[in-house]
């Protein structure tokens, strides 16, 4: 009888401590700061590297200004744009990228990008599809 005297009060005791825990409410804050200042757009996954020209396709850039990727779209909502993703580094592009702050060159159109290879549809928010361009 004691041992069940016992574990009855070393379950009240165990219930009480729990009801009385104070409930801690969740505190975000998410700083995504400023975009990345690339001359050809950056890519949508973090650490947000300037991507390399012919990553992007035209549909990206509206009178020469990237639209953004990642925390920073600021495209239409439903937007598909293509890409080459063989100049991701997911997919093994080790090649030169573009350093943040540097200028466009002027040879390279952002309205229509030479010899453009799109592979893969994007949203701009690091959602990926098919579709060949």
């Known amino acids: ?10 379950t009240f005791v165990g219930c009480a401590m729990i009801a009385t825990v104070p409930k801690a409410p969740a505190q975000i804050a998410v700083e995504i700061g400023v ?3 690339c001359p050809y ?6 650490p947000y ?3 390399p020209y012919g990553y992007y396709g035209p549909e990206w850039f509206t009178g020469g200004v990237f639209l ?19 100049f ?9 990228k573009p350093q943040r702050g540097e200028k466009a060159q002027p040879s390279n159109r952002l ?3 030479a010899h453009f290879k799109g592979n893969e549809v994007r949203d701009g928010r690091g959602h990926a599809g098919g579709g060949k361009h």
């Open 41 to 46: 757009g950056y890519y949508d996954a973090a």
């Open 88 to 96: 991701h580094p997911e997919h093994g592009y080790s090649g030169p």
């Open 49 to 51: 590297e300037c991507a």
């Open 111 to 113: 309205d229509k990008v």
């Open 68 to 86: 953004g990727a990642g925390p920073w779209f600021h495209g239409p909502d439903g937007f598909r744009g293509h890409v080459n993703n063989r």
């Open 35 to 37: 975009a990345p200042e």
């Open 1 to 10: 009888m004691k041992g069940f005297k016992f574990v009855a009060l070393a």
